[in-house]
């Protein structure tokens, strides 16, 4: 009879690090294979139609432009894993959320067992402005999808199943309402 062992926490957080890794794996070549030749080069956005959800598909792309932009952007994230002898993946994304080429999206994820919780790993989306990223939205967990939807010019994205976030004016602002905050007594 064969006895289960009992793995450490850390231990089943790599094990799933691990096969997170080899599903980004997969869902990066399906993408891949399904890549027309009319979006930006470095893009890991799956145009879907135009009624449904495009999913932005995160890989690593080291030595490209975006890697480096996306190591700059989370500079401080990265330095503070390496003083825990921490060196995450870091997963690279972009997508256009909008016609004019400006509004090309870059979707940056850190990856590895010290930095994603039980809810995942968190992304953070940037926008090139003035020849610069600027923060569009920070530390969402789940699956991001660029939706056909716009609201003051720029496209819905859905984080999940059925989250959905738009932009205000300035950066990514979420539709779903926070439960009520019970009145103390």
Known sequence: MMIPQILPRSSLAVIALAF????????????????SKGHHRHSRYSAGNENGPAPVILSAHPGTKLDADARKLSADDL??????HDHPAVLVGSAPL??????????????????????????????WH????????????????????K?????????????????NGHEYQDT???????KSH
């Open 151 to 167: 609201h003051k010019g720029m496209k819905d994205l859905l984080v999940g199943r059925n989250d959905r976030w738009i932009w």
């Open 79 to 84: 330095a503070d894993a390496a003083k825990h």
């Open 98 to 127: 909008s016609s004019k080429k400006s509004d090309e999206a870059l979707f940056v994820q850190l990856q590895s067992a010290g930095m994603c919780g039980s809810a995942g790993c968190t992304t953070s989306v940037y926008l």
């Open 20 to 35: 997170s890794a080899m599903t980004f794996s997969s869902h990066t070549a399906t993408a891949a294979s399904h890549h």
């Open 130 to 149: 003035n020849n610069n990223w600027v923060t569009a939205l920070d530390g969402i967990n789940g699956d991001i999808s660029v939706l056909p939807t």
């Open 176 to 182: 779903l309402n926070a439960p009520p905050v019970p």
